[in-house]
């Protein structure tokens, strides 16, 4: 199976920082990786696909890159509203499979 | 718009079962693998198991954890998605998200159906 390695697991940055978490896959799965963003009680929401598609409705400050193993998503100018914490997940039929989270705190 | 309601959801005792089923609308049901994701209380996200699509006569695939304990369908003409939870253990406490797949990537998620298993 494959593996996704999330890091930093935890992450703290002021408003208007740019911030960067990494996921590497175990494999190469090409462009395949969605990133998630979830808030306390709540279902995640799509942030990202196919490595570097920004979901409709979502703020331009968010962005994916990468390919292969390595995939990372920025956040250009962070905002209060942007405490929470992120998952990658990869989608390489048929099995998937999520990073392990990384909790963002806004100092 | 895309909606998905999960329910059936409880307190059960530990080597118990459980049936959890999932409501899906506004898309056509059958063109799409359908997963059950997984959330321990504080704990991060787990890949539970997933229904393929018609093209690939819905065949099904379980993480290692769960595999032998749990079994999903589907209910096409209902536009219905099952977990069959067996065997129940401590650890498969969380709550249950169903979602679906399209090109890459699962959304929007529903709320999820909270499991416990406890004595």
């Known amino acids: 199976d494959i593996q996704m390695t999330q890091s930093p697991p935890t992450l703290s940055a002021a408003v208007g920082d740019r911030v960067t978490i990494t996921c590497r896959a175990s494999?190469?799965?090409?462009?395949?990786v969605a990133w998630y963003q979830q808030k306390p009680g709540k279902a995640p929401k799509l942030l990202i696909y196919?490595?570097?598609t920004l979901e409709s409705g979502v703020p331009s400050r968010f962005s994916g890159s990468g390919s292969g193993t390595e995939f990372t998503l920025t956040i250009s100018s962070l905002q209060p509203d942007d405490s929470a914490t992120y998952y990658c997940?990869?989608?390489?039929?048929?099995?998937?499979?999520f990073g392990q989270g990384t909790k963002l705190e806004i100092e | 718009e895309v909606q998905l309601v999960e329910s059936g959801g409880g307190l059960v005792q530990p080597g118990g079962s459980l049936r959890l089923s999932c409501a899906a609308s506004g898309f056509t049901f059958s063109d799409h693998d359908m997963d059950w994701v997984r959330q321990a209380p504080g704990k991060g996200l787990e890949w539970v198991g997933r229904?393929?699509?018609?093209?690939?006569?819905?065949?099904?695939e379980y993480a290692a954890s769960v595999k032998g304990r749990f079994t999903i369908s589907r209910d096409n003409s209902e536009n219905s998605l099952y977990l069959q939870m067996n065997s129940l253990k401590i650890e498969d406490s969380a709550v249950y998200y169903c979602?679906?797949?399209?090109?890459?990537?699962?959304?929007?998620w529903g709320r999820g159906t909270l499991v416990t298993v406890s004595s």
């Open positions: 196919k490595a570097s």
């Open positions: 494999q190469s799965i090409d462009i395949w």
């Open positions: 997940q990869h989608y390489y039929i048929p099995r998937t499979s």
């Open positions: 979602v679906v797949w399209f090109n890459g990537y699962v959304a929007p």
């Open positions: 229904s393929e699509n018609k093209p690939k006569n819905y065949n099904t």
